[in-house]
């Protein structure tokens, strides 16, 4: 798993089990670059002034990665299946291979760790448990936090900055779908600030519309 570190370090670093490669493409703020020399390993840091995010290939046996959204009209749309801990709540999206994962700093999802990707809403159905869940608001109260309310899972979410999508949790997808997952920042702590620049209202958009 890759992990980034906080401002303050100003590092990107890899676990024991991740690598990085030459030639591995490297997102930093919308701008792409290919990383070149040794491999990254468990002792070696690769040092940048701010944070980034990091596109990387997901064998098919390990769909999960830091956090997604799917990039739009990236490749054909493939179904994903997934749901809670205790299979009461199963779904299924229609989303690309490749995804893109949003990792927020904001408030709620510092603390669940919510590592998600965004599509349209017409885009997510339910198979199983949609009346099994609990809901959660604050702020603003656009945002709608659901989870199971039988093992507190939170495999899915409306966002604030996409109201008209669903947020998936990537790591409640199962495996075998997934192809590549691009990581990207938003800075939640921000919101009002960040949000134009981001990007990510598009991924709620139906490209039939």
Known sequence: MFRTATPVAQLLFCTRSSHISAGSTVQHWGRTATLSGARCSRAAYLRKSTLLAVRRTCPSSYPHSTTCSALPDEDATVVHKGGCHCGAVRFEVDAPRKLVAWD???????????????????????????????CYTFGTHTAKHLFCATCGVCSH?????????VAVTIHCIYPGTVEEVETRIFDGENWEDFFESSGIAEFSKDSRE
């Open 104 to 134: 927020c700093n904001c408030s709620i999802c510092a603390l669940k760790r919510n590592t998600h990707f965004v599509v349209p809403s017409t885009n997510f159905r339910y198979t199983r448990g949609e009346d099994s869940q609990s």
């Open 157 to 165: 979410y409306i966002p604030r900055s996409n109201p008209d999508g």
